[in-house]
């Protein structure tokens, strides 16, 4: 029975990597290093499973029966040692593929910057629809003191018990357009924003884009994503629908209406973990110069389950063309919400 259990969690895993677009092996696999310390604890426990059937046995010092073989190991002791490398085989390639995404350090990129260029802080936070905690979010909003918040999943009541902080101290407004309230995608600011999602279509989920242009800076521009996310096939497919309409947007902006110099970033929460073949393709379409700046540990899970709070994920990520005008990016934990929100620093 154990062994059974054991050769269909393999088959499971295998399944996984041999179609890696299925809705749910990109379910599986987005919960990547949970996968790894599962193949890793059943490496173990198969690695103990054959050590005592090789000592009850005695299969070194056992008689020989006939055939040839000692102690009627053969057929069992081969299923103990196929099961041990079926998953030390796993686990090197759920380790592969994690090393292969976090082995990018932005830190690095930025430590030859002059000390003396000025900065802007920006803050992210998918800040979750039904959070309550108003005096919270201010606080934290306070002790940050960022110049820039970029907001998705923001709600009528958030701006109505934050509206006075934030109309004080965030003179600048964007929302995503054809919002008749103040829900979706928001963004506050301390700079003069400049929208520029007025001139396309977008369909039912939008997203936001604009520009600021902070100080005597050039010109920044920005792309505040929140996707469905595919916690249903239908959602799924929707996802990947808008993934693509914002490719495509994205593609048209870049040939008509920016400069290849201009800083983009692009931000969000787009309900897609690294490890998904679907990542992959908009990873390509986007451009490989445009650098995910999570690609660092400490940011690697952004959104945890409010049903299972030990289960977290990877779907916040932050693109840019130039890696090297972030600084210090970081996670803050907030009471109220599915997700951390990410704090960094742009550089002139």
């Known amino acids: 029975m154990f062994q059974a259990i054991l050769r269909v969690i393999i088959l499971t895993d295998i399944a996984i990597l041999r179609f890696p677009e299925n809705y749910y092996s990109e379910l599986a696999i987005s919960f990547l290093p949970y996968l790894i310390g599962i193949t890793l604890l059943w490496m173990i426990i198969s690695f103990i499973k054959l050590r005592k059937y090789l000592k009850k046995t005695n299969i070194f010092n056992g008689p020989t029966v006939k055939g040839g073989t000692k102690g009627g190991f053969v057929s069992s002791s081969r299923m103990r040692w196929a099961l041990l490398v079926a998953f030390g085989i796993l686990f090197i390639i759920h380790s592969n593929a994690f090393n292969s995404f976090y082995n990018y350090k932005p830190k690095s990129a930025i430590s030859n910057l002059w000390s003396n260029n000025q900065t802007i802080k920006v803050l992210y936070w998918n800040i979750y629809k039904l959070n309550e905690d108003y005096s919270g979010i201010q606080t934290t909003i306070e002790n940050t003191n960022p110049d820039l918040i970029l907001f998705v999943e923001f709600s009528e009541n958030h701006y109505k018990h934050l509206k006075d902080f934030l109309q004080k101290n965030y003179p600048y407004i964007n929302s995503t357009t054809w919002s ?57 497919d929707m996802r990947n629908t808008q993934l693509t309409d914002f490719i495509n947007d994205f593609q048209s902006h870049q040939r008509w209406y920016r400069a290849d110099t201009d800083k983009v970033f692009v931000v969000g929460d787009f309900n ?29 899970f952004t959104r945890k389950f409010f049903q299972l709070p030990i ?37 002139s």
Not at 209 to 231: A, I, N
Not at 324 to 339: A, C, F, L, M, R
């Open 180 to 236: 008749k309230s103040f829900i979706g995608s928001m963004v506050f600011s301390k700079y003069k924003i400049e929208n520029r999602a007025d001139d396309f279509p977008q369909g039912r989920r939008r997203y936001a884009y604009f520009s600021l242009q902070p100080k005597d800076w050039p010109e920044q521009y920005f792309y505040l994503v929140h996707t469905s996310s595919p916690d249903s096939y239908a959602h799924f």
């Open 272 to 300: 897609i973990s690294p490890r998904s073949s679907y990542y992959k393709d908009f990873e390509e379409w986007l451009g490989s110069w445009f650098i995910d700046a999570t690609r660092e540990f400490p940011t690697l």
């Open 311 to 347: 289960f977290r994920a990877h779907i916040d990520h932050l693109r840019t063309n130039d890696i090297n005008t972030i600084q210090d990016i970081k996670t803050v934990k907030i009471p109220g919400s599915d997700h951390k929100w990410l704090v960094f620093t742009v550089n």
